[in-house]
């Protein structure tokens, strides 16, 4: 049986920046879903408790601080790390 530090929802529409992530916490004992769409991350916000979302900022459907705000706005105080690969030139 495993012992898990966290659960953590990880939403991102690149599927190999959700495989390195989820790579890289299962390895450090952290439990964690994914998903490649706010669709997807919607129903899994439904039926699972999570300790951390981290978020990417470009979603095809709307921002992740859109979704974010949608998250807010559900009443759900879950942490959000905003992931991004955004610059400023």
Known sequence: MHTYKAHILIVDDDSRILALLKQFLNKNAFLVSTASSVIEAKNLLKTSN??????DVMLPEITGLD????????????????LTA???A
Not at 67 to 82: C, K, L, S, Y
């Open 67 to 82: 979704f974010a705000t949608t998250i807010r706005d559900a009443g759900n105080n879950i942490p959000i790390v905003m």
């Open 50 to 55: 999570y300790d951390l979302i981290i978020l």
């Open 86 to 88: 955004l610059s400023e």
